[in-house]
């Protein structure tokens, strides 16, 4: 009773309301809001620290950028959600608060659409030389059909395209990548697709930002290539799976095309069904099924594997030397 009414109190103000509008669309920094509003910054901060103490909102750092957004979970949130269901949306003011945000969001996509062109011709290479990715998408929604994901990490987001692809169907997305640059593709990808319960966030796969045992789907498509340790790489969101939980990995096949260590900065060139399943028996999972997808030069390879429910997961604390 006190957290409903703490957040009803704490959102009893025109401009928390159509703080809280905003938020209901996606996450934004206090610079957007400010640009939205037309308030001077001390002000927004002081109407955001309020509504993020009585629960209504979170906010999440970045390095030195920080994201606020509707409470995901507990009481505030439920309440932020249902006061923002009954604001109407035809008001003048909430009318022009959007307009402004859609200005925003535009200008964000096009500057991460124009770093997306900058580099697609260099990933378009890769592409050429395997099977469509419409093929190897179909494949993985065979082997993790999106229906039976609750709660999806996807690590190494890059554009964000795992998590649009499963979006429609999930309770929750979270994409972890160490690009900015990919980040903030994947943000204008996820704003574009309306997927508001997904979050990209800035992260390193080897410490994954996610408890043990909290995500019941792992999916890491085509980036275990560019990566030191693989192995850490795979035990690290074997940590983070549910008993019952599934990690899929797509990657390459093992290949002798060296000059994409060069062009492409792959640390590996593919991986052997042997190798995966044994860094996945070394992490507690279980391997349920391998598929090749040969195409061109590169063979594209599907790996699912599953934490049984009775196994224990591995140690919280990864190997610090593998830190990249
Ligand atoms: C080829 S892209 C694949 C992106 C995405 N999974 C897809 O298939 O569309 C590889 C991604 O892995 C990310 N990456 C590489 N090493 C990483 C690390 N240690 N932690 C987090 N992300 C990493 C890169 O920044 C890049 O966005």
Known sequence: MDQVLGGLRAAGEETRLRLLALCARGELTVTDMVAILGLSQPRVSRHLKVMCESGLLERVREGAWVFYRLAARGPGGTVARAIVALLPAEDPVATRDRDRHNEILRARAEAAQAYFRANAEQWDDVRRLHVDETRVEQALM???????????????????????????????????????????????????????????????????????????????????????????????????????????????????????????????????????????????????????????????????????????????TPNKDHAA
């Open 142 to 316: 065979d082997l993790l059909p999106p229906e039976s994901v609750r709660d999806l990490l996807d690590v190494g987001t890059g554009t964000g395209r795992m998590m649009t692809l499963y979006a429609p169907h999930i309770r929750e997305g979270l994409g972890i990548d160490m690009s900015r640059e990919m980040l903030a593709v994947a943000r204008a990808n996820l704003d574009q697709a309306g997927a508001t319960h997904c979050q990209a966030r800035l992260g390193d796969l080897y410490h994954l930002p996610c408890e043990d045992a909290s995500r019941d789907a792992v999916t890491v498509h085509q980036v275990l290539h560019y990566v030191e340790h693989p192995a850490e790489a795979v035990r690290e969101c074997a940590r983070v799976l549910r008993p019952g939980g599934r990690l899929a990995v797509v990657d390459f096949a093992p290949h002798d095309l060296e000059d994409l260590r060069e062009r492409h900065k792959h640390r590996r060139l593919g991986f052997s069904h042997d190798e995966v399943a044994g860094w996945c028996t070394d992490a507690g999972l279980d391997m349920v099924e391998t598929r090749d997808l040969p195409g061109g030069a590169l063979t594209v390879t599907l790996w699912l594997a599953h934490r049984p429910a009775a196994a224990s997961a591995p140690s919280q």
